[in-house]
């Protein structure tokens, strides 16, 4: 019996590929390591192929910003189930010739995030939106190439949308925001910080049509006033943050409504204002609790 047990031995490779190293050990490895098992021998290489055609989530960021354009090409050439993508880290040279065909083929996607992906056009949007109909959450942050059709085609056809961060989508104007809450009523967190061409038009529609948000980043909205803050009081009682710095506009008459609530609100309280200014100009502050 000794003997039996001395001369028993399991290869890494002979447990099972699709019952238990993919879906219960590579799992749990990082990225980066699952690359290098290629480099191990050929059949570590078909069972990182395996891996990849069935693994639910790619973050390009964990391989950094040094992720070259073929080898994402092949990564998931052969995959149809992600539900998770995240592409930030390829902005650099990431177009609608790589990213098509992976939207093509992966109509389960919940999750997309393309900020600061600035080489792509309208067509992904548009692809997205045609292809992912169960997506939830998208970032779009930085991408000028989003314009009113491709953000309504979205709306039209992603009827689940929880999360969008529209940030710097400067081409947006209250006419297309305004669709997409009408469309898109489930939304929990939505950023229109730094474009100055959405205005209190379509912050008091979002307020109307999405009763459930939590999370609305305004920064630098310079046409946003205080009146539409207070349809968002009126309206979203689920809101837990609000950001309106650069808001000019802005002022405690609507945000202390808000702030009695306990939001999370990105501009101090004007005596707390008031106190660190006056110890920038002065060089000292009076003997309070600046963090009260």
Same mark, same amino acid.
């Given at each position: 019996?000794?003997?039996d047990?001395?001369?028993?031995?399991?290869?890494?490779?002979?447990?099972?590929?699709?019952?238990?190293?993919?879906?219960?050990?590579?799992?749990?490895?990082?990225?980066?390591?699952i690359?290098?098992?290629?480099?191990?021998?050929?059949?570590?290489?078909?069972?990182?192929?395996?891996y990849?055609?069935?693994?639910?989530?790619?973050?390009?960021?964990?391989?950094?910003?040094?992720?070259?354009?073929?080898?994402?090409?092949?990564?998931?050439?052969d995959?149809?189930?992600?539900?998770?993508?995240?592409l930030?880290?390829?902005?650099?040279w990431?177009?609608?010739?790589?990213?098509?065909?992976?939207?093509?083929?992966?109509?389960?996607?919940?999750?997309?995030?393309?900020?600061?992906?600035?080489?792509?056009?309208?067509?992904?949007?548009?692809?997205?939106?045609?292809s992912c109909?169960?997506?939830?959450?998208?970032?779009?942050?930085?991408?000028?190439?989003?314009?009113c059709?491709?953000?309504?085609?979205? #709306?039209?056809? @992603?009827?689940?949308l %929880?999360?969008? *961060? $529209? !940030?710097? +989508?400067?081409?947006? /104007?209250? =006419?297309?925001i305004?669709?997409?809450?009408?469309?898109s009523?489930?939304?929990?967190?939505?950023?229109?910080?730094?474009?100055a061409?959405?205005?209190?038009?379509?912050?008091?529609?979002? #307020?109307?049509? @999405?009763?459930?948000? %939590?999370?609305? *980043? $305004? !920064?630098? +909205?310079?046409?946003? /006033?205080? =009146?539409s803050?207070?349809?968002?009081?009126?309206?979203?009682?689920?809101?837990?943050?609000?950001?309106?710095?650069?808001?000019?506009?802005v002022?405690?008459s609507?945000?202390g409504?808000?702030?009695?609530?306990?939001?999370?609100?990105?501009?101090?309280?004007?005596?707390?204002r008031a106190?660190?200014?006056?110890?920038?100009v002065v060089?000292?502050?009076?003997?309070?609790n600046?963090q009260?």
């Amino acid at each position: 019996m000794a003997k039996d047990k001395k001369n028993c031995s399991i290869n890494f490779l002979d447990l099972p590929w699709e019952d238990v190293l993919v879906p219960h050990i590579l799992v749990h490895v990082p990225l980066r390591g699952i690359l290098s098992l290629q480099r191990v021998s050929k059949s570590f290489q078909s069972l990182v192929q395996l891996y990849l055609s069935n693994c639910h989530c790619f973050d390009s960021t964990e391989l950094g910003s040094q992720l070259p354009r073929s080898t994402f090409c092949s990564l998931l050439k052969d995959n149809t189930v992600l539900q998770k993508l995240d592409l930030q880290s390829c902005s650099n040279w990431l177009t609608d010739k790589e990213l098509l065909p992976i939207i093509g083929q992966n109509h389960h996607l919940l999750q997309i995030n393309l900020n600061n992906c600035v080489h792509l056009s309208r067509q992904s949007l548009v692809a997205i939106s045609l292809s992912c109909p169960h997506l939830k959450n998208i970032g779009l942050g930085h991408c000028e190439w989003v314009d009113c059709l491709s953000l309504r085609s979205l #709306a039209d056809h @992603c009827k689940q949308l %929880e999360v969008i *961060d $529209l !940030t710097a +989508c400067r081409h947006l /104007k209250d =006419e297309a925001i305004c669709f997409l809450v009408q469309k898109s009523s489930r939304l929990k967190s939505l950023s229109l910080a730094v474009n100055a061409n959405i205005s209190d038009v379509a912050i008091e529609e979002t #307020a109307k049509n @999405c009763r459930d948000l %939590e999370h609305l *980043d $305004l !920064t630098g +909205c310079l046409r946003v /006033k205080n =009146e539409s803050i207070r349809t968002l009081a009126e309206y979203c009682h689920k809101v837990k943050s609000l950001k309106v710095k650069h808001c000019h506009n802005v002022t405690e008459s609507s945000l202390g409504i808000l702030r009695k609530r306990d939001v999370a609100l990105d501009i101090e309280p004007p005596l707390q204002r008031a106190l660190v200014l006056l110890q920038d100009v002065v060089g000292f502050a009076p003997f309070i609790n600046l963090q009260i």
